[in-house]
Structure formats: structure tokens, C-alpha cells
């Protein structure tokens, strides 16, 4: 059976100390737990966490990576670069980065490339916005997101994985229903199923204010196969919760 996947994605918050803390709460409840376990951490934390999740079951992510391999790209951080810290998962295209930044289906699919081909694991995240979604438009909205990283990456798009998080449900407490996430799992997992015969080991996670009280539900879902956790992964009691649920 495919293994579930809980990954947190910190966003701009913590510090030495703080992470620290956070930390050590983690590996001291986390167990052996049964689903992969990951944390995606601001780039200058990187060596911390990395040396602090050591030999343990949680592994280590990053928000963001340039499409580049090197050069004059000041500020961006290559996915080499990541590698050398031993990072295993990085976001590609969460929603902050496609608002505040101006992120485009054309970048993200890039990125998620770049991400391949240094041997990380893009977490590519696509979601409608609330405006979208009451128009109708989340099929048409996900569907073309998706489809520029598969295009762009072609076969080897089995090593990826998605999320899927509602721009309306980010940071909001407002969770999509267990029934409105399925749905749209379900149709980026046909999307997927066109393009790869290893669909179904493509892990779809669900994210946007999952938290320690409906993750449980979400996770029951056929095509739901782990979260990406925002607030609640900063407060280690909740995250272990989602953890545990994760089964
Ligand atoms: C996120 O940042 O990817 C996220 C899902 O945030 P939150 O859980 O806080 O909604």
C-alpha cells in the first residue's frame, strides 16, 4: 500500500531557537511513524535541520528553488544546493509564491524539473482561488496547472508529487469539506492517469488549515494520500496528531 506523506511548510516563520524547540518536541513523540514525515524549512535552516533530524524518521524540505543550475540569479538558491544539505522535497509553485511573486504555470513546471534533475522531490502545489471557485472554474483552474508540470516533465512526472490547497483555504481555518477535496483529487489523479502508467503511486496530498481535528476525514479520503500542514505544523502537539492520523 502506498505510504502516506505529512509535510509541513513553516513559510517565513521560526529561528535558531525556536526550530530547535520545535524540534526536539518532534522527535520526541514522533516514533516510527507509518506514514514519510517532512518539514519544509526557510533556506538558512537547512543545515540545522538537517543536522537535527539526523538518523531520524523526519526528513527534510525547502519552500522554493530556482529554475537555474547556477549563475547570476542573485539571491535564488539552486536545487544543487539544496542537495548538498541532503533535502529531499521542495514546494514548487505553493500559492504565495505564484501571488506574491508572480509565479507562473511555465516557472513552477521548470522548477519542478530542476528539482528532478538534481534527485529532490517537487511537492507541486496548485489551487483555485475563491473568486475561481465560485465561478466555476477549479477543474479548468488545477487542470491547467497540472498540465504545464506534466508537459514539462514528461515521463518522469511518477516522481513528483502534488498538492492540492485551495488558495481560500490557506491560513484561513477554512478547510475544503473531506467531499470537495475527493473531488478534486480524484480529477487530478485522472489528469495523472493520462499521462502515466504509475499514477497511482503519485502521492496527492491535501493542504489548507489542516489541522489536528479534521485531518483524520481528509486523510479516509480514497485519493487523499497525505497533507501539507501550514499553521499547524508549527505547534508540535498538532502536527504529531496529523502525524498519527496519517495511518
Ligand atoms: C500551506 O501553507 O501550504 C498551508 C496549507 O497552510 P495552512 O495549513 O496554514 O492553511
Not at 535564488?76 to 529531499?88: I, K
Not at 479548468?140 to 498540465?147: C, G, S, T
Not at 473531488?183 to 502508467?197: G, N
Amino acid at each position: 500500500m502506498k505510504k502516506k506523506l505529512i509535510a509541513g511548510n513553516w513559510k517565513m516563520n521560526g529561528g535558531l531557537a525556536a526550530n530547535e524547540a520545535l524540534l526536539q518536541a518532534l522527535l520526541a513523540g514522533v516514533g516510527t511513524p507509518a506514514c514519510g514525515v517532512a518539514v519544509c524549512v526557510p533556506a538558512p535552516y537547512l543545515a540545522q535541520v538537517q543536522a537535527l533530524c539526523a538518523a531520524s524518521p523526519i526528513e527534510l524540505g525547502a519552500q522554493d528553488l530556482s529554475m537555474h543550475a547556477q549563475g547570476a540569479y542573485t539571491g535564488e538558491v539552486s536545487a544543487a544546493m539544496l542537495r548538498d544539505f541532503g533535502v529531499r522535497y521542495c514546494l514548487a509553485g505553493h500559492s504565495e509564491r505564484r501571488q506574491y511573486h508572480g509565479e507562473t504555470d511555465g516557472l513552477v513546471a521548470d522548477k519542478a524539473k530542476a528539482a528532478l534533475a538534481a534527485g529532490i522531490t517537487p511537492i507541486v502545489c496548485v489551487g483555485e482561488t475563491l473568486a475561481e471557485r465560485e465561478a466555476g472554474q477549479t477543474e479548468e483552474v488545477v487542470k491547467r496547472q497540472l498540465a504545464a508540470v506534466i508537459h514539462a516533465n514528461g515521463h518522469c512526472i511518477s516522481e513528483i508529487v502534488v498538492a492540492y490547497e485551495p488558495v481560500w483555504a490557506i491560513g484561513t481555518g477554512r478547510t475544503a469539506t473531506p467531499e470537495q477535496a475527493q473531488q478534486v483529487h480524484a480529477l487530478l489523479r485522472a489528469q495523472l492517469k493520462l499521462a502515466s502508467t504509475q499514477a497511482d503511486r503519485i502521492q496527492i496530498l491535501y493542504g489548507g488549515s489542516m489541522n489536528a481535528a479534521n485531518a483524520a476525514q481528509l486523510l479516509a479520503q480514497p485519493d487523499i494520500d497525505g497533507g501539507l500542514i501550514g499553521g499547524a505544523s508549527l505547534k508540535a502537539p498538532d502536527f504529531l496528531t496529523i502525524i498519527a492520523a496519517a495511518q
